[in-house]
C-alpha cells in the first residue's frame, strides 16, 4: 500500500514537485511514468500468484530509489525499509518465502544419536 501513497504524489501537482524532482535528477514528465510503474508493482504485489515477481520488481525499483538519494547526498534509509518491509509481509503471506531466504530449519539429534527432521511429520 505504501506505492500506492509514493505513486499518489506523481499524479498530482502540488508546490514543490517540480524542484524535489529537479534535485534528484528527474523530470516531472518521468516521475508520472515511474508512478506508473509503481501502481503496476503495487498491484502485482496484491495478487498472491504474482506477489513474489512484484517484490523482486520493487527491489529493483527501490534499489534504484536508492542510488538517486544516494547520488545526492540525501538520507537514503527510507527505500531500504519499504523493501524490507514488502519483503516481510510476503514472508508473513506465503511462509514459503522466508524457508527460500533462511532455508529449512536444522535437524534435531534423538538421545540415541538418530537424526530426525522435524518437517517430516
Request: hydrophobic share 55%; aromatic share 12%.
Amino acid at each position: 500500500m505504501l506505492c500506492f501513497g509514493s505513486a499518489s504524489g506523481k499524479f498530482t501537482e502540488w508546490d514543490g514537485k517540480a524542484e524535489m524532482f529537479g534535485h534528484l535528477g528527474w523530470d516531472p514528465d518521468v516521475m508520472f511514468k515511474v508512478g506508473l510503474v509503481e501502481v503496476a508493482i503495487a498491484v502485482l504485489f496484491l495478487i498472491p500468484r504474482t506477489a513474489f515477481v512484484a517484490a523482486i520488481l520493487l527491489s529493483a525499483y527501490l534499489g534504484g530509489a536508492t542510488a538517486s538519494h544516494v547520488r545526492v547526498g540525501d538520507p537514503f534509509f527510507v527505500p531500504i525499509i519499504i523493501g524490507v518491509i514488502a519483503w516481510v509481509a510476503l514472508g508473513m503471506r506465503d511462509p514459503r518465502v522466508f524457508h527460500l531466504a533462511f532455508g529449512a530449519p536444522p535437524a534435531t539429534t534423538d538421545a540415541d544419536g538418530a537424526g530426525s527432521d522435524p518437517t517430516d511429520a
